[in-house]
T-cell receptor, first 115, second 117 residues
């Protein structure tokens, strides 16, 4: 049983460049979440998908950020014109949402450093 | 508004000591879920437990136990006979599936536990 996977694991980029991260959820899961975690803080919610529909976006998600989940499988998170403040760990989680509640399982994260 | 507070930033214990990590939450919803996750140095968040707001029974899993008290809005986590492998950052989180957060997790700032041999 494979868990949530994320690629790349590490990314170093220069300010102003665009970056894209990929998340592959657990196969039978219908929900996929993106979070951002900075040093010494807990993860903060960015956005989530139920199947292919993006249902909620946090105010943290500026217009430089865009996420997709085509066909309700893997998801991508793109950051355009990166800024140094975007340096963080980007975490993806997936879950199966039902009336009985849901448990989110996290991937290993993508650590982004913007120089 | 929803909030999770983990007042202990760092705790250091010697192996075999018992340790309790505190978690206090705020919510206006009557239906909610509470979670604990472990984040070892590798960075991946590992799910430990989920509790719903209607189930106040304490839970024990091996050396881990959880105490949920709605009266004090607390969901504390105890590790008995701690081991070096327990060293990690532990996060408490809240989910309100029918509330404003629609199921996304609201995390505390975490407690860093160091277990020394």
């Amino acid at each position: 049983d494979t868990g949530v996977s994320q690629n790349p694991r590490h990314k170093i980029t220069k300010r102003g460049q665009n970056v894209t991260f990929r998340c592959d959820p657990i196969s039978e899961h219908n929900r996929l979440y993106w979070y951002r975690q900075t040093l010494g803080q807990g993860p903060e919610f960015l956005t989530y998908f139920q199947n292919e529909a993006q249902l909620e976006k946090s105010r943290l998600l500026s217009d430089r950020f865009s996420a997709e989940r085509p066909k309700g499988s893997f998801s991508t998170l793109e950051i355009q014109r990166t800024e140094q403040g975007d340096s963080a760990m980007y975490l993806c989680a997936s879950s199966f949402s039902s009336r009985g509640g849901e448990t989110q399982y996290f991937g290993p994260g993508t650590r982004l450093l913007v120089l | 508004a929803q909030k999770v507070t983990q007042a202990q930033t760092e705790i250091s214990v010697v192996e075999k000591e018992d340790v309790t990590l505190d978690c206090v939450y705020e919510t206006r919803d009557t239906t909610y879920y509470l979670f604990w996750y472990k984040q070892p140095p590798s960075g991946e968040l590992v799910f430990l437990i989920r509790r719903n707001s209607f189930d106040e029974q304490n839970e024990i899993s091996g050396r881990y136990s959880w105490n949920f008290q709605k009266s004090t809005s607390s969901f504390n986590f105890t590790i008995t006979a701690s081991q070096v492998v327990d060293s990690a950052v532990y996060f408490c989180a809240l989910s309100e599936p029918y509330g404003g957060s629609q199921g996304n997790l609201i995390f505390g700032k975490g407690t860093k536990l160091s277990v020394k041999p």
